[in-house]
């Protein structure tokens, strides 16, 4: 027996907007749309840039490497989903000074499960939480949130799927 976690994301009003696009523009790479949209996106966060990258795994090695020089320590305890993907954790290991500690699933939304991440906080005291929307179902946000603002934890957010 084979359990779908999920219908197909696109529909075919999307797939067909996409490949009319395709067809009108020669061009694959960034360019004019992607700096308006780097500009509108910055100004929607209430930040000063964005950057946009080829792809998930860039952005999460590009986030990541930059934590290096906003966390002054040099050597961190991280929580990782369990389930995610290899570009999730391969960054912290690539990069070192990081030691990755793996949360399990929540049912439900197949995000951290809370409790036991309270669990690894109270253990490791972790400076980072990373988070994956797995298959686009939001982790406890709310819960997680409060979790990083009473321990001093920084959160990083992988939303590419």
């Not at 075919?12 to 009108?24: G, K, P, T």
């Amino acid at each position: 027996m084979t359990i779908k976690l999920v219908e197909n994301a696109n529909d075919i009003n999307e797939m067909v907007e996409l490949a009319n696009w395709l067809y009108s523009s020669p061009r694959f790479t960034m360019g004019p749309v992607t700096e308006e949209f780097e500009k509108k996106f910055a100004d929607y966060i209430g930040t000063k840039y964005c950057v946009m990258v080829n792809s998930g795994s860039s952005a999460n090695l590009l986030a990541v490497a930059s934590l290096k020089h906003y966390i002054p320590n040099h050597y961190h305890f991280v929580v990782v989903p369990a389930l995610s993907w290899a570009t999730t954790i391969s960054p912290y290991m690539q990069l070192g000074e990081f030691t990755t500690i793996l949360c399990d699933c929540n049912m439900d939304n197949l995000g951290l499960d809370i409790n036991h991440l309270k669990q690894l906080i109270d253990q490791y005291h972790p400076t980072i939480i990373q988070t994956v929307n797995v298959l686009g179902f939001p982790n406890d946000y709310e819960e997680i949130k409060q979790l990083c603002n009473e321990n001093q934890i920084t959160l990083i957010e992988d939303s590419c799927e």
